[in-house]
């Protein structure tokens, strides 16, 4: 499947760009039980939404955008400044839309792409990174998985505002 880059600037968020071995992902995280048990009972899916929000996510970039963040990174893995990266997107194989796979654990992204480096936020940052037209696709690396369009990111934002710090 091709993969196509989107620009973006990630502002303060904390990111990583360390790579991990595959095979390391041993037990599920609290994202990953929320998502299993929104798929099996729709009655959890508002709870999911809402730790999914907060929760830190992975999304692969490209090496040119890893560079990029080791020059800008605080020795606390912060960034100083904006800095412009390239989110990895893939074609729908259903819809030819661009999606931005977003992953529950570095160690389920490493198993999909070994190697690849990323960024990891919270699911708010995640969705609210690109100016839209963009399908997210959260996979768990297994059977789990739920994709949101543009329109459903919008509703699942407004229906969960951020709380004020």
Known sequence: MALAAFSML???????????????????????????????????QRAFEAIFLESKVFM??????RAALAGAQQPDGRLGAEVPIKLWAVK???????????FTSAEVLAEIYPDAPFVSVNGRVALSLTSGGLNYRLSDGGRHRVTWTAAEIA?????NPKAAP
Do not use: C, F, K, Y
């Open 10 to 44: 990630l502002g303060s968020a904390t990111v990583s760009t360390a790579q991990h071995r595959s095979g390391e992902h041993q037990s599920a995280n609290s994202l990953e039980a929320a998502l299993q048990a929104a798929i099996h009972d729709p009655t959890a």
């Open 60 to 65: 692969r970039i490209t090496e040119e955008s």
């Open 92 to 102: 729908d194989a259903d819809t030819g839309t661009p999606t931005v796979p977003l």
């Open 155 to 159: 509703t699942l934002l407004s229906r």
